[in-house]
């Protein structure tokens, strides 16, 4: 019976591919569970898997654009639960791809090798996809097993074992600024070097403005007062005329204008509807006397305020300056105030120094507690993990299989964003045998059923909903088949796990089966697949047992394996 997780379904619902290959047209309901993929060799099972893999951000050709065909089309369409969702949508932040439930990602290859990618109907970048698809599909080809062999693949199994995902988010942070202060270090003790040089020319600079001491809104207030001093005597005559008139005549405006005021303001007290007219009439008055007395002392300052030849002089200084400086005459004070920053930087040059030292050693010492953390995490994960690694090897016909972790750390030296372990896995297939690094050990069926192990121990820390194995069974026979096929099976209780194989054992363990075919029709080759039901499923089991055309014996057999399961 299927065991689902609680809560909302999530895989891959449906896969639609057109002139691909030698597939012209397919479209895939797709089921949850272990889903077997089978067929005779050469059948396109692989083609399948290349289509699925282009979703996945892989290499994308020309080539596979169906004879007679302009363009290849493959589309899937996956149901995400709320979890994923919000990791999807992280992926997509700054795209505008919305997503509410379900991703929609298609990919055109054109025979031109102009090449669109669709995701939720939004065009995106090649590496937006690779981004986002990695959180729904975990895809194991033929040869993936052999990334076991690397260290960095090595440590990430480790750190999915110990849930290191935000320890590992600290470390880089902290290498970051570890990098940083080493980098600013490193620039100061260069800069070391011609310092004294560097402090007497500008020295030099500054000597002058500071002399000069050009201010803030100098040059803007130097230019009202040239063009006062300029035009003094026409400024004189006609402000004079304006005092005259207003306020020094015979009569004088002001004068007038009181005289007004008071007789509105007599008016007023036998009509009250002129008040409103005799308050005007004050005010005018009022303020004409102001403007007058204004006027009176603009015209004493204008005899002691300006003098033409000094401003003159200032304003040459200020302009020479600003042009040996290189900079725009406003912005000279901003001159003067940049070279005392930086001489005062440069004098104080021993506590800089000082300063970035300490910055450095605090910085190295925060990535190197971090990365203490991580390796403490790391070979308590390893322990638990290889032990049940260990277990499962026994069910996958390798009773006498050993594997380990060599975990070293503590290299400050080999700080790195991962920290600075160096993490190996060492492995024996036989008893009474010595631990040995896996790349001299491993043949490629015991790397086939390792990662297995591996990828089903961490299953339930994996939150990708749909895993893809292409001949995971590659190597593998007798009564370890059984016991891939009853691992996969247990796989595919808790998610949607899609396997091409060879192996009768799998394909009768399934939850359903998929048959690729291919077929003449019409002159061409054509891939097809179908859904296989009980007796179909039994027919094409018979076929896989036999290597022929089904005999009443192993079809027996095939009913029987399926009855079993």
Same mark, same amino acid.
């Given at each position: 019976?299927?065991?689902?997780?609680?809560?909302?379904?999530?895989?891959?619902?449906?896969?639609?591919?057109?002139?691909?290959?030698?597939?012209?047209?397919?479209?895939?309901?797709?089921?949850?569970?272990?889903?077997?993929?089978?067929?005779?060799?050469?059948?396109?099972?692989?083609?399948?898997?290349?289509?699925?893999?282009?979703?996945? +951000?892989?290499?994308?050709?020309?080539?596979?654009?169906?004879?007679?065909? %302009?363009?290849?089309?493959?589309?899937?369409?996956?149901?995400?639960?709320?979890?994923?969702?919000?990791?999807?949508?992280?992926?997509?932040?700054?795209?505008?791809?919305?997503?509410?439930?379900?991703?929609?990602?298609?990919?055109?290859?054109?025979?031109?090798?102009?090449?669109?990618?669709? $995701?939720?109907?939004?065009?995106?970048?090649?590496?937006?996809?690779?981004?986002?698809?990695?959180?729904?599909?975990?895809?194991?080809?033929?040869?993936?097993?052999?990334?076991?062999?690397?260290?960095?693949?090595?440590?990430?199994?480790?750190?999915?074992?110990?849930?290191?995902?935000?320890?590992?988010?600290?470390?880089?942070e902290s290498f970051a600024a570890y990098v940083a202060a080493r980098d600013h270090l490193a620039d100061l003790e260069s800069a070391a070097a011609d310092r004294e040089q560097r402090l007497e020319y500008l020295r030099y600079q500054a000597s002058e403005?500071?002399?000069?001491?050009?201010?803030?809104?100098?040059?803007?207030?130097?230019?009202?007062?040239?063009?006062?001093?300029?035009?003094?005597?026409?400024?004189?005559?006609?402000?004079?005329?304006?005092?005259?008139?207003? !306020?020094?005549?015979?009569?004088?405006?002001?004068?007038?204008?009181?005289?007004?005021?008071?007789?509105?303001?007599?008016?007023?007290?036998?009509?009250?509807?002129?008040?409103?007219?005799?308050?005007?009439?004050?005010?005018?008055?009022?303020?004409?006397?102001?403007?007058?007395?204004?006027?009176?002392?603009?015209?004493?300052?204008?005899?002691?305020?300006?003098?033409?030849?000094?401003?003159?002089?200032?304003? %040459?200084?200020?302009?020479?300056?600003?042009?040996?400086?290189?900079?725009?005459?406003?912005?000279?004070?901003?001159?003067?105030?940049?070279?005392?920053?930086?001489?005062?930087?440069?004098?104080?040059?021993?506590?800089?120094?000082?300063?970035?030292?300490?910055?450095?050693?605090?910085?190295?010492?925060?990535?190197?507690?971090?990365?203490?953390?991580?390796?403490?995490?790391?070979?308590?994960?390893?322990?638990?993990?290889?032990?049940? $690694?260990?277990?499962?090897?026994?069910?996958?016909?390798?009773?006498?299989?050993?594997? #380990?972790?060599?975990?070293?750390?503590?290299?400050?030296?080999?700080?790195?964003?991962?920290?600075? %372990?160096?993490?190996?896995?060492?492995?024996?297939?036989?008893?009474?045998?010595?631990?040995?690094?896996?790349?001299?050990?491993?043949? +490629?069926?015991?790397?086939?059923?390792?990662?297995?192990?591996?990828?089903?121990?961490?299953?339930?820390? %994996?939150?990708?909903?749909?895993?893809?194995?292409?001949?995971?069974?590659?190597?593998?026979?007798?009564?370890?088949?059984? #016991?891939?096929?009853?691992?996969?099976?247990?796989?595919? !209780?808790?998610?949607?796990?899609?396997?091409?194989?060879?192996?009768?054992?799998?394909?009768?363990?399934?939850?359903?089966?998929?048959?690729?075919?291919?077929?003449?029709?019409?002159?061409?080759?054509?891939?097809?697949?179908?859904?296989? !039901?009980?007796?179909?499923?039994?027919?094409?089991?018979?076929?896989?047992?036999?290597?022929?055309?089904?005999?009443?014996?192993?079809?027996?057999?095939?009913?029987?394996?399926?009855?079993?399961?």
């Open positions: 019976m299927l065991r689902l997780a609680t809560g909302p379904l999530q895989m891959l619902t449906h896969i639609s591919i057109r002139d691909f290959a030698l597939i012209e047209a397919i479209d895939l309901d797709l089921r949850p569970g272990l889903i077997a993929l089978t067929g005779e060799t050469g059948a396109g099972k692989s083609i399948l898997v290349g289509a699925l893999s282009l979703l996945a +951000g892989g290499r994308a050709s020309s080539e596979v654009v169906r004879d007679g065909a %302009d363009t290849a089309v493959v589309q899937a369409f996956m149901s995400l639960d709320s979890a994923t969702e919000a990791r999807v949508v992280r992926a997509l932040e700054d795209t505008g791809v919305a997503v509410a439930g379900e991703l929609i990602v298609r990919r055109m290859i054109s025979r031109s090798g102009r090449n669109r990618i669709f $995701v939720n109907d939004c065009a995106v970048t090649l590496a937006t996809l690779q981004r986002v698809v990695s959180l729904v599909v975990d895809i194991l080809g033929q040869h993936q097993h052999l990334r076991l062999l690397e260290p960095a693949m090595q440590r990430e199994l480790v750190d999915a074992r110990a849930d290191n995902g935000e320890l590992r988010g600290q470390m880089k403005l500071s002399d000069l001491a050009p201010r803030e809104g100098e040059v803007e207030e130097l230019e009202g007062q040239l063009s006062r001093a300029r035009n003094a005597g026409r400024l004189h005559e006609s402000l004079q005329a304006a005092f005259e008139t207003l !306020d020094d005549g015979e009569p004088s405006a002001s004068s007038l204008a009181a005289e007004g005021a008071a007789a509105l303001q007599k008016a007023a007290g036998w009509d009250s509807a002129l008040s409103g007219l005799a308050e005007t009439a004050e005010e005018l008055s009022v303020g004409l006397a102001e403007l007058g007395r204004e006027l009176s002392r603009m015209l004493s300052g204008l005899e002691t305020e300006l003098d033409l030849d000094a401003l003159e002089s200032r304003d %040459d200084e200020l302009r020479r300056a600003a042009r040996k400086h290189g900079v725009e005459l406003p912005m000279l004070w901003q001159r003067a105030e940049e070279l005392r920053s930086q001489i005062e930087t440069l004098e104080d040059f021993g506590a800089s120094l000082d300063s970035a030292r300490a910055a450095l050693e605090r910085a190295q010492s925060d990535a190197a507690a971090i990365a203490g953390s991580l390796t403490r995490s790391r070979r308590e994960a390893a322990e638990l993990l290889f032990a049940e $690694v260990k277990e499962r090897l026994g069910r996958l016909a390798m009773p006498d299989a050993d594997i #380990a972790a060599e975990i070293d750390g503590g290299d400050v030296g080999a700080l790195s964003p991962t920290g600075w %372990d160096r993490v190996r896995i060492e492995f024996t297939a036989n008893a009474g045998e010595a631990l040995r690094p896996l790349d001299r050990v491993a043949s +490629g069926g015991e790397l086939s059923r390792l990662m297995l192990a591996i990828k089903s121990t961490l299953a339930s820390r %994996d939150p990708v909903p749909t895993y893809l194995f292409d001949e995971v069974d590659t190597g593998i026979g007798g009564q370890a088949a059984v #016991a891939v096929a009853d691992l996969l099976r247990e796989i595919g !209780d808790e998610r949607q796990v899609l396997c091409v194989t060879h192996l009768p054992q799998i394909a009768a363990r399934a939850h359903h089966q998929l048959q690729v075919a291919k077929h003449g029709a019409a002159g061409r080759t054509i891939t097809t697949i179908s859904q296989l !039901d009980r007796d179909t499923r039994e027919h094409e089991i018979a076929r896989m047992l036999g290597g022929e055309e089904p005999t009443a014996a192993t079809l027996a057999h095939a009913r029987e394996m399926l009855t079993r399961s």
